[in-house]
């Protein structure tokens, strides 16, 4: 009994920890969507689910820890890929789950790939280790349909998906109706909602014009290392080549050239369960534990606070506190120059507007992330200290 609860309060600590340092970084455009309930660029299931909780104090806080938390306790299903070896096998196997520097990056993050990460792990446990499942054939049809509709990325584990469903002793209309079914659910409803479309679209030429292939190709390659600490990266491929687990190298080619045209640094953690099921495919991998756990550690070490400075600390929050402190009373207008995102809408008591120059009269703060030379020309304005960027208030009279 204490070898389960040390380690799984310890898991629950290490979540805390985690959540401390996201919260204090700020609130990300991306995460704001999910929060605010914004119906792109994801289905609906896990962000509508997120939106009802927008009347609570502190939901992103909230959020935050029921993420972290799922994320890290996930190591115990890691360990069940290897329910017949040694304990200490199944623990390394956990530990490199827990020790990935994408795992370690995102716990606390509210996005919708860490999620997918977590149904990938269960599908690749249904790939390894499940069998006599029939009885289970409309749950884990239940889980497939509830992965697409969490986010679209579940399609790249779809090889994952088929071998499991062919596996089991169903007919060929079951088959289809368990596969296609929930793939032709998403269809329609992607097709009923051009904004999702659109963002699709978007974000698949992303890396169309950003420059060079082998410029793409190394960036897939860095989220590769995140993904597994670069020890479990490489023992990961290895294994699932061995092993000859086709659904696992399709799924591995699938993730990688989707990152290679849509590239987003948290992207990293869809690779994390496909090479954990990789080393799980050929156990004799592990047998060198200790180097492999001292060379993850030191890998982590340096590659965790790399991939931190992917994801560049939003600011508005700071520079809302400081405008409140500045007197302007909440329900006033602040209009941003320049792109800003979501954030702005979910951390902000203002009514945030898009920068006019002709109606810079209705607004009582203004954020220049573009050039704004109006409003240096107006004596009313006056310029806030100590922000990241230039902020202007329109003092009460």
Known sequence: ?????????????????????QNFAGLSTDEAKFLLNIPYPHPPLLRW??????????????????????????????????????????????????????????????????????????????????????????????????????????????????????????SAWQRLLCIVGPVALLALYSLTNPLAIASMIAASGQNAHAGTLFDAVREVTGLWMLGGSVVMSVLGVIGMLAARRWPLILSFLLTAVFILVSYRPYYCILFTPLLLAGVASAPLLLKRSRLIIISTILSALILVPLGYRMVVPPFAQQIVDRAIEAGVPKGATMMIAGSFGHEWQYVSPYLVRRFIPEKISDARVLVCLADCPEVREKKAWKRLAGVQVEVWVRPIR
């Open 49 to 170: 689910l997120m939106g009802l909780t927008f009347w609570m104090p502190g939901q992103a806080l909230f959020w935050r820890v029921v993420f972290a938390t799922a994320l890290l306790q996930a190591a115990w299903i890691v360990m069940a890929l290897l329910p017949e070896k040694k304990r200490s096998e199944r623990e390394i196997l956990g530990w490199l789950w827990v020790l990935s520097a994408s795992v370690l990056i995102l716990s606390g993050q509210i996005l919708m790939a860490p999620v997918a990460a977590l149904q990938a792990l269960v599908f690749c446990w249904l790939l390894l280790r499940g069998e006599n499942l029939e009885a289970h054939v409309g749950w884990i049809a239940l889980l497939w349909l509830a992965s697409l509709f969490t986010a679209y990325q579940a399609l790249l584990f779809l090889p994952i998906v088929v071998s499991v469903f062919w596996r089991l002793r169903l």
């Open 1 to 21: 009994m204490r070898r389960f609860v040390s380690p799984f309060f310890g898991l629950i600590l290490l979540a805390l920890v985690l959540v401390v340092l």
